[in-house]
């Protein structure tokens, strides 16, 4: 299981980017897939979840509103849009599997099985 994360970049608060997770040798449709963010000097912080069934998602309260997550099965990716980003914002993103459908909605027990590397999100204010 392999996953990459992708479309990180620096920009100004306010604006938006989409991140992208893509999985190699397997099939994301076949996990629930979440993201989480680590900033410098900062504990990790699971941020969204879709899962694997039903494709419900999740938030944490930090990007409710601002983030959506979802799913192209056709071209086995999972996308992260991030709009109104704030410099509170800056980290590094991961996408990852999750345990499993039912811990999507425990964003804070940080339930990921395995991840690949992360892309750099930068917001200036």
């Known amino acids: 299981v392999q996953l990459q994360a992708s479309g990180g970049g620096l920009v100004q608060a306010g604006k938006s980017l989409r991140l992208t997770c893509a999985g190699s040798g397997f099939s994301l449709a076949d996990y629930p897939i979440g993201w989480f963010r680590q900033a410098p000097g900062k504990e990790r912080e699971g941020i969204s979840c879709i899962t694997e069934t039903a494709g419900t998602t999740y938030y944490a309260d930090s990007v409710k509103g601002r983030f959506a997550i979802s799913r192209d099965k056709a071209n086995n990716t999972v996308y992260l849009q991030m709009n109104n980003l704030k410099p509170e914002d800056t980290a590094v993103y991961h996408c990852?599997?999750?345990?499993?459908?039912?811990?999507?909605?425990?964003?804070?027990?940080?339930?990921?099985?395995?991840w690949g590397q992360g892309t750099l999100v930068t917001v200036s204010s």
């Open positions: 990852a599997t999750v345990v499993n459908d039912h811990l999507c909605s425990y964003l804070n027990v940080l339930p990921f099985a395995s």
